[in-house]
């Protein structure tokens, strides 16, 4: 398995899962163990990462970016901009 395959198997499962498990058990040690997963393994690398790349928006970890995807899926796909804090700096900034 490729370093690429390992991380997203540990964004997309282990560091949820744990973070679960951690919530559940009411141990903090666990969640912080995968929100260290998060902050020190780099960002994903796909179509939506690439798209806010363009817009000047760089994720620098893989919390980041599961942020963007969020956000992208949330509210961008949505048209769902009014409810956006990005989106409500931006427009506000152009004005």
């Known amino acids: 398995m490729r370093n690429e395959q390992i991380n997203l198997l ?3 499962t282990i560091a ?4 679960t498990y951690g919530k559940h058990r009411h141990d903090i040690t666990l ?3 995968a929100e260290d997963f998060m902050h020190n393994l780099g ?3 796909n179509g939506i990462i690439r798209k806010w790349r363009q817009r000047g ?5 893989a919390a980041d970016s599961q942020a963007l995807i969020q956000l992208q899926k949330g509210y ?3 048209s769902n901009c009014c409810n956006c804090r990005i989106a409500y700096e931006l427009i ?3 004005t």
């Open 10 to 12: 540990i964004i997309n």
């Open 76 to 78: 961008c796909d949505k």
């Open 31 to 33: 969640c912080s163990k």
């Open 43 to 45: 960002s994903e690398e």
């Open 92 to 94: 506000k900034n152009r």
């Open 57 to 61: 928006i760089t994720p620098t970890c």
């Open 16 to 19: 949820p899962i744990l973070y």
